[in-house]
């Protein structure tokens, strides 16, 4: 995800003739997740990459001018989030906010999208985020009938996945309102617009201050739905501007009720803010909630035991915490080493976590890294054992790093924002190979479809290499705008890009499934 998800992740773009430079400035991901060069007007004509061979394309649709979101695939439907840019509403105008899209996996056809207005007090100090009308930067998650996502304007939303064709379920009934139709106009609801089955307001609720964007997935778990709050610092990035704010949250996932957050204060030492996404994993049939802080330190939670009555707010019980820095990175010579920040963009200095946890094997796999606003720098991989919490092994020869890694026969898979593809033994962390990429990467993960491996570059450029322990080189091409990570399903890669989704057949079904 960027994460692998994400991360979420955005981005002050810089006009300059038709094509546009830009200056990243990210939450990673995000959910994860953000940026490449953008061209002025979006052409009709086919925009499928020269990696790709015509005769594969099932479909292809245009998007807005932001997407930073790995889609969801559930069922027939496909759940993606984006900007409004490119919105088309009878009434509801683009306001540089979002778009929940669901669309037809067999055709790409929207069946129905939720417009979410630009939440313009998030361009206000204290706060700093709305800037860069990313849109929708949470990969939404399914639960049944039920959809979830953090929005970009700080709150949790439940929706209902067949949006309006169903009928306007409650207790949310002021769709029209938080769409942004105007108070004068007659509009009615129809089939093809979204339904908020109900909306928790974390600014409001919890004084949250989020950073950048609002840019993690939420996670389901049992009755409960945990949630990334991506508290970070204040507009001018000195200081954190509500460090009692909670970073993770856990709301009821049938009422968007408050059930419990953490009490770890990890806003009293994080650098920039929080994006990564929480994950379960179960350890002996025991389930534990893994959260990567935005103060480096990756954290194990016990998942919230269902309540008896109308309970208090609870706060999670930590199972153990691990450092996902070395001890370097923070202090030498009895000196605390500052964070590089955008200021200085210093290579030293400790990280926050922005990938996402992976778990295989008992084992949690996971890089930290920075904005790559803040440039290259110092990174590291840990393989960290799940039911300690204690290091199985680590290396520095990952730089920075927003992605999520990629596992597959045995091999271990990621991408640094040094410009560099790395594959490592995932069992004992020895090094296979690593490319040059030729650019940073920062807006997707890889993933291996079909014993190939994808990954693309800030530059617009699509890597595929043969997966192995052998490096070899399959193919280079250049996309019209940046590749976010994407998603497999039944021997159909879904592609996104920036402006584009596409799908497209896989010469035959991957052994795995990626959703």
Request: glycine share 10%.
């Amino acid at each position: 995800m960027v994460t692998g998800m994400i991360l979420i992740r955005a981005i002050l773009y810089k006009h300059k003739a038709r094509r546009i430079g830009f200056l990243s400035l990210i939450s990673g991901l995000l959910f994860v997740t953000f940026a490449g060069s953008l061209y002025g007007a979006d052409s009709d004509e086919s925009a499928l990459p020269d990696a790709f061979r015509s005769e594969d394309l099932l479909w292809e649709i245009k998007l807005g001018t932001h997407q930073y979101t790995m889609p969801r695939i559930d069922g027939e439907r496909i759940f993606i989030g984006i900007n409004d840019m490119a919105l088309e509403h009878p009434v509801v105008k683009r306001t540089g906010g979002g778009i929940v899209m669901c669309l037809e996996r067999a055709t790409g056809e929207m069946t129905w999208q939720l417009a979410i207005p630009r939440y313009m007090k998030g361009t206000q100090a204290p706060y700093h985020f709305n800037h860069w009308k990313c849109g929708v930067c949470s990969r939404p998650a399914v639960d049944g009938e039920r959809l979830y996502i953090v929005g970009p304007r700080g709150d949790v939303l439940c929706l209902d996945r067949n949006g309006q064709a169903n009928g306007n379920d409650g207790p949310f009934l002021r769709e029209a309102e938080y769409m942004g139709v105007p108070d004068d106009s007659d509009y009615k609801l129809t089939r093809t617009d979204g339904d908020i089955i109900w909306r928790f307001d974390m600014i409001e609720e919890l004084a949250v201050v989020p950073h950048d964007v609002c840019g993690s997935t939420t996670l389901v778990q049992g009755d409960y739905l945990y949630v990334c709050t991506s508290n970070g610092q204040d507009d001018k990035h000195q200081y954190v501007a509500n460090p009692m704010a909670p970073s993770l949250i856990v709301l009821d996932k049938h009422t968007g009720k408050l059930a419990a957050a953490d009490g770890e204060l990890i806003g009293k030492r994080m650098f920039h803010g929080h994006w990564s996404s929480p994950v379960a994993t179960e350890i002996g049939g025991r389930a534990i909630i893994l959260f990567g802080g935005g103060d480096g330190v990756l954290y194990a939670f016990e998942p919230l035991a269902l309540a008896a009555g109308n309970e208090k707010t609870r706060t999670l019980k930590k199972i153990w915490q691990y450092d996902c820095n070395p001890s370097d990175y923070r202090r030498r010579d009895d000196r605390e080493i500052p964070y590089a920040a955008w200021r200085n963009k210093s290579p030293e200095g400790p990280c926050e976590i922005i990938a996402t946890p992976v778990v295989y094997k008992g084992r949690i796999y996971l890089a930290i890294g920075q904005s790559p606003i803040h440039g290259k720098g110092a990174g590291m991989l840990s393989c960290i054992d799940s039911a300690t919490g204690r290091k199985i092994w680590d290396t520095r020869r990952v730089g920075r790093s927003l992605s999520s890694v990629e596992i597959h026969d045995g091999l271990l898979y990621i991408s640094d924002y040094t410009g560099r593809l790395y594959c490592f033994d995932a069992d004992s962390g020895e090094p296979c190979w690593q490319h040059e990429l030729a650019a940073g990467v920062w807006c997707a993960s890889p993933v291996v479809v079909d014993g190939k491996v994808y990954i693309s570059t800030e530059k617009n450029d699509l890597w595929i290499l043969e997966a192995g322990r052998d490096k070899k080189v399959l193919s280079r091409s250049r996309l019209r705008s940046m590749a976010i990570t994407p998603a497999v399903r039944n021997g159909v890669l879904y592609f996104p890009t920036q402006r584009r989704l596409f799908a497209l057949k896989t010469k035959s079904a991957p052994s795995k499934i990626r959703n």
